[in-house]
């Protein structure tokens, strides 16, 4: 049973680029969170996505957006890059509501 | 808003040693409490859920322990080894926040051969 997978595993964009993070759910799983981990510190909630919508957000510019396909998989965007959007992007699936997260190997996004 | 703390944010350790990391919460109201496991540069991997109604799991080596009204939960690793040194993460799903997860900032451990 393949667990949470992340595509790709390093990017490397510079100030002011567009860039597209995929996430495929852990079979089972409907609903996907996104989370960002900047070095040295814990993650924080970016949002979360449930039946193609977006249910939850944390404390993130519009510049971050996402969609979640029906086959449950999800996209992070992020618009109009900045330096400190270099960090680590977690993609966490769970069965519904209140259930155990599982997290994918991440992301690493490096804006120059 | 829920904030969550975790003491000591580095720790190393002689092989063998038995261990507790702390992690503290502010709001009681919460679903469950995760803790995790993170290798240098790579995603999260779940140890251990506790859900709110109860006090306590063991996996293996490790038994994480949840004081719901004290806003407390604590992770035991017995007899550890230097394969345990990662940094351990808590996490906890409020009741007022939907179903995301407000993580600590974790401990750093290293367990020396």
């Known amino acids: 049973d393949a667990g949470v997978t992340q595509s790709p595993t390093h990017l490397i964009k510079t100030r002011g680029q567009q860039v597209t993070l995929r996430c495929s759910p852990k079979?089972?799983?409907?609903?996907v969170s996104w989370y960002q981990q900047a070095l040295g510190q814990g993650p924080q909630f970016i949002f979360q996505y449930y039946e193609e919508e977006e249910r939850q957000r944390g404390n993130f510019p519009d510049r971050f957006s996402g969609h979640q396909f029906p086959n449950y998989s999800s996209e992070l965007n992020v618009n109009a890059l900045l330096l400190g959007d270099s960090a680590l992007y977690l993609c966490?699936?769970?069965?519904?509501?209140?259930?155990?997260?599982?997290f994918g190997p991440g992301t690493r996004l490096t804006v120059l | 808003k829920q904030e969550v703390t975790q003491i000591p944010a580095a720790l190393s350790v002689p092989e063998g040693e038995n261990l507790v990391l702390n992690c503290s919460f502010t709001d009681s109201a919460i679903y469950n409490l995760q803790w995790f496991r993170q290798d240098p540069g790579k995603g999260l991997t779940s140890l251990l859920l506790i859900q709110s109604s109860q006090r306590e799991q063991t996996s293996g080596r490790l038994n994480a322990s949840l004081d719901k009204s004290s806003g407390r939960s604590t992770l035991y690793i017995a007899a550890s080894q230097p394969g345990d040194s990662a940094t351990y993460l808590c996490a906890v799903c409020t009741w007022n926040a939907g179903n995301m997860l407000t993580f600590g900032g974790g401990t750093r451990l290293m367990v020396k051969p």
């Open positions: 966490a699936s769970h069965p519904g509501l209140n259930n155990e997260q599982f």
């Open positions: 079979s089972g799983h409907d609903t």
